[in-house]
T-cell receptor
Framework: AQSVTQPDIHITVSEGASLELRCNYS??????LFWYVQSPGQGLQLLLK??????LVQGIKGFEAEFKRSQSSFNLRKPSVHWSDAAEYFC????????????FGAGTRLFVKA | NAGVTQTPKFQVLKTGQSMTLQCAQD?????MSWYRQDPGMGLRLIHY???????DQGEVPNGYNVSRSTTEDFPLRLLSAAPSQTSVYFC????????????FGPGTRLTVT
């Protein structure tokens, strides 16, 4: 069965520091992978997606993610965090058969300190 | 475009009551879905629809009903509310099942006492 693991429940980084959020997935075929961000009290917004091709994908708000098939990982990175990046981040995998469902990880809450 | 709208934003129910959470989208999207979000569990799929008149179950369908009579609307019905259904509910839509980018509504926070 498909699954997504985000090992870190929460992470705190200083403003201006770099960020890496971890994501591991389990899926038998080539996965469709996503990162979403949820600001407090809001719905989810798509940051970036990977379907195929270049394993380093760029997203909105200066985020990027790298797909590593050998490690079943799709980690999210940002070189310099801004206070406005404080939010919850969800990694997700798209199961491209049957109902074409999206499976979400449990999320990582990012805190940014001044 | 209003995108995906959900009503109400907040709701408190007593155990055993029924209610309908409303979801509408004005983007002519074929695919719509309902998720619940619980702390430490991310979003879990309740029901989804690939088009008007077609619905199917997700991971956690028990206690919920859906119907899709129009492309725009996808209401979620709680037949007999239970405290375990206390959660935040999100509706999402996407153009069609093969187009993966989802658009989420702002959510409904439901408390069942």
């Amino acid at each position: 069965a498909q699954s997504v693991t985000q090992p870190d429940i929460h992470i705190t980084v200083s403003e201006g520091a770099s960020l890496e959020l971890r994501c591991n997935y389990s899926y038998g075929a080539t996965p469709y992978l996503f990162w979403y961000v949820q600001s407090p009290g809001q719905g989810l917004q798509l940051l970036l997606k990977y379907f195929s091709g270049d394993t380093l994908v760029q997203g909105i708000k200066g985020f990027e993610a790298e797909f590593k098939r050998s490690q079943s990982s799709f980690n999210l990175r940002k070189p310099s965090v801004h206070w406005s990046d404080a939010a919850e981040y969800f990694c997700a995998v798209g199961a491209g058969t049957g109902g074409f469902k999206t499976i979400f990880g449990a999320g990582t809450r990012l805190f940014v300190k001044a | 475009n209003a995108g995906v709208t959900q009503t109400p934003k907040f709701q408190v129910l007593k155990t055993g009551q029924s209610m309908t959470l409303q979801c509408a989208q004005d983007m002519n999207h074929e695919y719509m879905s309902w998720y619940r979000q619980d702390p430490g569990m991310g979003l879990r799929l309740i029901h989804y629809s690939v088009g008007a008149g077609i619905t199917d179950q997700g991971e956690v369908p028990n206690g919920y009903n859906v119907s899709r009579s129009t492309t725009e609307d996808f209401p979620l019905r709680l037949l007999s509310a239970a405290p375990s259904q206390t959660s935040v509910y999100f509706c999402a839509s996407r153009l069609k099942r093969e187009i993966w980018e989802q658009y989420f509504g702002p959510g409904t926070r439901l408390t069942v006492t």
